[in-house]
């Protein structure tokens, strides 16, 4: 009867387990998922964006109006967004255990010295840095996942904002140490 309690605790102990990896792959599915709804809705802004140049650019042309300034403005919301698109990629890839080549964007395993597409050499980078620049980018997504979609291009400004002090405060730690 003692070998088949010790059976049936061993079982106990692996259906916990297993329970547990089930969970953690499926927080990681939705997580991943959440963000990729975010990407997308980025994608859409970015589409209409181009549309609004494309059409002030039209008139612009057609009416010889000058419109430089509005059509600077689209120029640099488009460029922001596409900013915010790729740390949203970023942080999918970093989910699903990849990284994304800064030359040709191919995504690649984590582990990967170099890109197998363009050869790219990845330079190490310091470990904790990148997790405080991943936890802020996770938060911002959020915030931007439950927003409106107007308020998710605010959002995403925020966040490259607080990344872009967070990566230069982590690269003067990096020089400094």
Known sequence: MKNFDTIIGDVKVNAKAA?????KKAAMLYDASKHRISAETIKR???KKLIELGKLTYKATTQ??????????VVEEITELKQNLAIVEAHIASI???KIC???????TKESSFCNICGHKFEDEPEEPVKEIAETVE?????????????????????VAEISEDAEESVKAADEA
């Open 45 to 47: 802004s970015i589409g």
């Open 19 to 23: 329970a547990s990896v089930v969970s």
């Open 64 to 73: 010889d109006i000058d419109l430089a300034e509005d059509i600077a403005k």
């Open 96 to 98: 699903k255990n990849q």
């Open 139 to 159: 938060e911002a997504v959020e915030e931007a996942v439950e927003a409106k979609p107007d308020e998710i291009v605010v959002a995403a400004q925020k966040a």
């Open 102 to 108: 800064p030359e040709c964007e191919n995504k690649v």
